[in-house]
T-cell receptor
Framework: GESVGLHLPTLSVQEGDNSIINCAYS??????FIWYKQESGKGPQFIID?????DKRQGQRVTVLLNKTVKHLSLQIAATQPGDSAVYFC??????????????FGKGTLLTVNP | GAVVSQHPSRVICKSGTSVKIECRSL??????MFWYRQFPKQSLMLMAT?????????EQGVEKDKFLINHASLTLSTLTVTSAHPEDSSFYIC????????????FGPGTRLTVL
């Protein structure tokens, strides 16, 4: 079946550096993509989203880039802080029929920020 | 807004017993709720989708008789793990969405189930 995957399972950066987390997806029908942050023992926390009619969206310290040609999604975190240490998941939604949208999660990238 | 809670946050039970996990949307009415399972160092895997007042739709490989889902109201869905075994030990996470924003899901904090 179609899936969402990640290039790098772990990423270690120095505090203050910029972080880039990548994600590849295979469902060409995907039209909505989300990045989540998950800290240990907690549920996913929404970071930023982007729809397929856009190629870039910025939030506070975060930017999501979407390249539909190569089915690639990235999350950029500026001036990474120790509090950014967590597992980051990309997810894509597809309509499973009717009004239900199913989320498919990527494998996740563990981001470690060194002080 | 859009807060989802789960209860309990963690539970330990003996093998063979049943455990019920509640998922509540606190400040909105959820037309659809989703249940996920997450094993250590793995991603979230969708188990089932439930719409209020109708039977849940289970993903392939998920036993509907083992994982009973009830979505009796627009603010509450329950997942009951029946005859739990150690391999059912996992992190169970629910999410909820509303019809007007059907592709956005709001996640609960998760429930850690440990079966001895």
């Amino acid at each position: 079946g179609e899936s969402v995957g990640l290039h790098l399972p772990t990423l270690s950066v120095q505090e203050g550096d910029n972080s880039i987390i990548n994600c590849a997806y295979s469902n060409s029908a995907s039209d909505y993509f989300i990045w989540y942050k998950q800290e240990s023992g907690k549920g996913p926390q929404f970071i930023i989203d982007i729809r397929s009619n856009m190629d870039k969206r910025q939030g506070q310290r975060v930017t999501v880039l979407l390249n539909k040609t190569v089915k690639h999604l990235s999350l950029q975190i500026a001036a990474t802080q120790p509090g950014d240490s967590a597992v980051y998941f990309c997810a894509e939604t597809s309509n499973s029929g009717g009004s239900n949208y199913k989320l498919t999660f990527g494998k996740g990238t563990l981001l470690t920020v060194n002080p | 807004g859009a807060v989802v809670s789960q209860h309990p946050s963690r539970v330990i039970c003996k093998s063979g017993t049943s455990v019920k996990i509640e998922c509540r949307s606190l400040d909105f009415q959820a037309t659809t709720m989703f249940w996920y399972r997450q094993f250590p160092k793995q991603s979230l895997m969708l188990m089932a989708t439930s719409n209020e007042g109708s039977k849940a739709t289970y993903e392939q490989g998920v036993e509907k008789d083992k994982f009973l889902i009830n979505h009796a109201s627009l603010t509450l869905s329950t997942l009951t793990v029946t005859s739990a075994h150690p391999e059912d030990s996992s992190f169970y996470i629910c999410s909820a969405s509303v019809l007007e924003m059907a592709d956005e899901q709001f996640f609960g904090p998760g429930t850690r189930l440990t079966v001895l």
